[in-house]
């Protein structure tokens, strides 16, 4: 692996996102502390968000990111999308997470790939017994089959999340296309 040997610690910012190599696989993360003091030969050390420590191999532009944001949800919004129906309500379940960073509540949609992913999360819920798991239909938008409810937010397989107002947004423009 070749390390950026040129980047010195003091332009590495907390929160910027980088590829480092942790055991010999590269992993991309938010960096949450420079470990490295001053600039050497090996590389700059950081720890991540999610507590892995590395060299840094490569810290991507933001067309990059992009590019492999698009690349995400081309693929989702033309696969299978899974989401938990209110057997009661008789419409898409809408969530209230309290978010612990902003102390706002938030509304969120959460919506999977898989269905057996969506069937090993609806346990966590308070109010499973009258969830269904439904599969979205390809012949609306999926951002209009929930607009009614007026999410702030969706989370995709209960990892990635996006407003409402940006999948909007990246959904019209893949469909257009």
Do not use: C
């Not at 070749?2 to 590495?12: G, R």
């Not at 190599?21 to 050390?45: A, H, M, N, P």
């Not at 978010?99 to 969120?108: D, H, I, K």
């Not at 069937?119 to 969830?131: C, D, G, N, T």
């Amino acid at each position: 692996m070749e390390y950026l040997k040129t980047i010195q610690p003091k332009h590495i910012r907390r929160g910027m996102v980088v590829d480092i190599v942790v055991d010999g696989k590269i992993q991309r993360g938010y960096v949450r502390e420079v470990l490295s003091k001053g600039l050497t030969t090996r590389g700059v050390k950081v720890r991540l968000h999610d507590g892995k420590e590395g060299k840094i191999v490569h810290i991507p532009t933001k067309s990059e990111l992009w590019q492999e944001q698009i690349k995400f949800y081309n693929s989702f919004l033309f696969g299978p999308v899974y989401g938990y129906w209110n057997i009661e309500t008789q419409q898409w379940d809408l969530l209230l997470y309290d978010n612990p960073y902003t102390g706002q509540v938030e509304r969120t949609i959460v919506w999977f790939q898989q269905e057996q992913d969506a069937m090993s999360f609806l346990p966590r819920l308070p109010h499973a017994s009258i969830l269904s798991i439904r599969r979205l239909s390809k012949k609306r938008l999926y951002a209009d089959q929930i607009q009614p409810l007026a999410p702030d937010y969706i989370r995709i397989d209960g990892q990635r999340k996006i407003t409402y107002q940006r999948f909007r947004e990246i959904e019209q423009l893949l469909r257009q296309q």
